[in-house]
């Protein structure tokens, strides 16, 4: 059986990770691996750090670029190298607009889909946007659904997905946090005297596209903290965007107990959110993986697709409000013990293992045609 998973951006490159290795290993199944380089530096640390090496690069990547032109390029690319390959199955992940322009090529071409992490949903159109209608739109023209979740599973199923084609398997998230925490740790030099230094850390990390004009309240939410709270510093590992660039280090460049720096390598970014008292931010993955490590987090966004994790204690829902934010990183801060013991609604580390067994056992190429039509 011939496969072919394709990503694009940082959070697709951990997730898929697990996923990529395991076909790797697999005796019968030959995996083309494509990267879409619809980001660059920040997935090229995540491929370092798992020794993964595409078979081909689409460099996708254009600072300042339009969504249109993006997607443009993906279905582009993505349309020939399927033309060429021939795979029997394509496995996407997640949300982006890697996600669906990969998807969209494959269904043209008659491909059959696997969409890895399907079924988040938070149930409005344009939070967050674009991601919440690119994973409806994969959904629709999919053929496989690997949920992380019986809730995601639950979601799919109301949309009159056939519940036969829909797998619970957790989240490849959980994959890549246990692979990386048996790795050898090597810290960032900058990074592991904070790490020591006695004070309360604050993780912060937000890169959403509908939170952009929001930014400055949520940091003067942070700024507000570390004026008033004693011994508090925040790490900011800056997305490379250059609006968050801008708008982080006009916000928040001068203070000497708020450190923006680069983004993080996984391996060290995970070693920061271990020794974190409080993680502020609006990003995905982030939210899978706190709970995975027993951290509370502060989603600044005004939805979450992840209301597991809100269910099991470890997120608390702000918005950007600057004072529903500073509220909650106070209570959080206040709290003697801040790891919670509730189970990690996400998965065991072993879902590539399952999306592998199901891919063999019910989809192998004669199967996979006759599920497809
Ligand atoms: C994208 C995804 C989002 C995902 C996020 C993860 C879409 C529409 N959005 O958002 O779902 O949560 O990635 O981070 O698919 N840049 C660099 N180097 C990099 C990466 C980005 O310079 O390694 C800069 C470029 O100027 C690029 C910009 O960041 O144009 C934005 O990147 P883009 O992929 O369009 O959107 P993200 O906001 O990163
Ligand atoms: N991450 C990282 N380095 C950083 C910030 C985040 O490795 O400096 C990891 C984080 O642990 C998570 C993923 O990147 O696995 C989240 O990516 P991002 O927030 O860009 O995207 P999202 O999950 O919101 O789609």
Redesign the pocket.
Known sequence: MKTMTIFG???EG??MAPLVLELERDEEIENIIVNTAQHRE?LD??LQLFEIVPNYDLQSMEVGQTLEVLTNKIIYGISELLENERPNLVYVH?D?TTTFAAAYAAFLKKIPVAHVEAGLRTNTLHSPFPEEGNRRLVSRIATVHFAPTIANRDALVNENINATSIHVVGNT?ID?LHYIQKQNVVMDRFIQPLLHNRMKTILL?T??RENLNELESVFDAIEHIVTYEENVQVIF?V?KNPHVQAIAKRKLGSDINIHLVD????Q???QV?MNADVIV??????QE?APAIGKSVVVVRETTERPEGILSGHLHLTGTSKERIVESIRHILSQTEHRTTLPNPFGNGDSAKKIVEITKRKYSVAKVKEFAH
Do not use: C, N, W
């Not at 983004?263 to 996984?266: G, S």
């Not at 931010?281 to 982030?286: A, H, R, Y």
């Open positions: 951006t940082r959070p951990i997730k920040m640390q995540v997640g982006t998230v890549a990390t890169h959403r590992p997305h983004p993080l390598d996984y060290t970014f995970v959110m931010t609006d990003s995905g993955g982030i993986e």
